[in-house]
């Protein structure tokens, strides 16, 4: 699909605040609402949005503890990679999971309620079988977090 600039404004206004209604974002880019609601959809439909979301005070809730885990296993084979990553799946505390460069495999956002839950965690991740080491670090404060897509630059 294509981007023009109201496109792209649309993105950006969204990421910023995704319960605007047609209306509100209609009048930001200078369309009428019907207009809007139309391109909104037709970029949906594109994939370019993928769902919308609430972002929830983790500390409020009780889950101030924020931890960024490397994790390197000890085969590679595709069977032990997809047991992996099954099971990283199926972990509520898990927030994101990715496949890294570097000495090692996977970098794990982790985020629990205290130090007892992260250790109650990471001993489910060293049961794993296919685990070969666990490295963490724990976040102090967050400096920069939900930043937006720069979409009006591409």
């Known amino acids: 699909m294509k981007l023009d600039r109201i496109d792209r404004q649309l993105l950006d206004l969204l990421q910023k605040d995704a319960s605007a209604t047609a209306a509100e974002l209609a009048e930001k880019v200078g369309l009428s609402s019907s207009p809007c609601a139309r391109r909104i959809r037709q970029l949906e439909q594109a994939g370019l949005i993928t769902g919308v979301h609430a972002r929830l005070n983790r500390e409020k809730l009780g889950l101030s503890v924020t931890v960024f ?20 799946e199926a ?18 956002h982790v985020v629990v309620s205290d130090l007892a839950a992260y250790e109650s965690w990471v001993r489910r991740l060293q049961r794993l079988s296919m685990v070969n080491t666990i490295d963490s670090s724990f976040a102090i404060r967050a400096v920069k977090e939900f930043a937006p897509l720069d979409v009006q630059s591409q």
């Open 69 to 88: 885990v490397h994790v390197r296993l000890s085969q590679h084979q595709e069977p032990v990679v997809i047991n992996f990553e099954k099971a990283v």
């Open 91 to 108: 972990m509520s505390e898990v927030m994101s999971c990715y496949t890294v460069s570097g000495s090692f495999d996977y970098l794990l």
